[in-house]
T-cell receptor, first 114, second 108 residues
Framework: DTAVSQTPKYLVTQMGNDKSIKCEQN?????MYWYKQDSKKFLKIMFS???????INETVPNRFSPKSPDKAHLNLHINSLELGDSAVYFC?????????????FGPGTRLLVL | GIQVEQSPPDLILQEGANSTLRCNFS?????LQWFHQNPWGQLINLFY???GTKQNGRLSATTVATERYSLLYISSSQTTDSGVYFC??????????FGAGTRLFVKA
């Protein structure tokens, strides 16, 4: 069983479109995250959710809107896609969150905006 | 915010060689993780090591929190060790900062 799963794995779309990425974890964790990895492999946190509540919004444009319907899911919706949004987006989870926990990552969603 | 510096940025090893990767950080940390990103992009947690030394097979890690650095040792390297190694400290709260990574290629 996959611990942290993301769909889709690949996403190719035109500028200006709206798209969503879904993330699910079956580890029973309370905290979930979204990270963005650019073409130079730099990984940067975007959002942290704990018990469905937004904890961190790391100066991400408001075109990005995360939604957590329950503790096991954290989806990312992106409006009006731009070329610079092309990247790999990783979802992750940890048991309790905060600084004391190991994070487990999903396989990533490779987004290409044309 | 905390600054994270990893060295070397790139490393090429002959299979069977040993190596040490270093992570320096600019602030005190509550937590530090090491990750391996394989050539297919998957991020795997190697160690959760806020201080002290841990070993897992051919890999071991040491964090000296008072001196603000962590080391990842790879012994008897294998081609499957290739990829990018990230150091990721956390200074508290829900925000983990990733270093730029060390890109490792192990030649057969």
């Amino acid at each position: 069983d996959t611990a942290v799963s993301q769909t889709p794995k690949y996403l190719v779309t035109q500028m200006g479109n709206d798209k969503s990425i879904k993330c699910e974890q079956n580890l029973g964790h309370d905290t979930m995250y979204w990270y963005k990895q650019d073409s130079k492999k730099f990984l940067k946190i975007m959002f942290s959710y704990n018990n469905k509540e937004l904890i961190i919004n790391e100066t991400v444009p408001n075109r990005f809107s995360p939604k957590s319907p329950d503790k096991a899911h954290l989806n990312l919706h992106i409006n009006s896609l731009e070329l610079g949004d092309s990247a790999v987006y990783f979802c992750a989870s940890s048991l309790l969150g905060g600084s004391q926990e190991t994070q487990y990552f999903g396989p990533g969603t490779r987004l290409l905006v044309l | 915010g905390i600054q994270v510096e990893q060295s070397p940025p790139d490393l090429i090893l002959q299979e069977g060689a040993n190596s040490t990767l270093r992570c320096n950080f600019s602030d005190s940390v509550n937590n530090l993780q090491w990750f391996h990103q394989n050539p297919w992009g998957q991020l795997i947690n190697l160690f959760y090591i806020p201080s002290g030394t841990k070993q897992n097979g051919r890999l071991s890690a040491t964090t000296v929190a008072t001196e603000r650095y962590s080391l990842l040792y790879i012994s008897s390297s294998q081609t499957t060790d290739s990829g990018v190694y990230f150091c990721a400290p956390n200074t508290g709260g829900f925000k983990t900062i990733f270093g730029a990574g060390t890109r490792l290629f192990v030649k057969a």
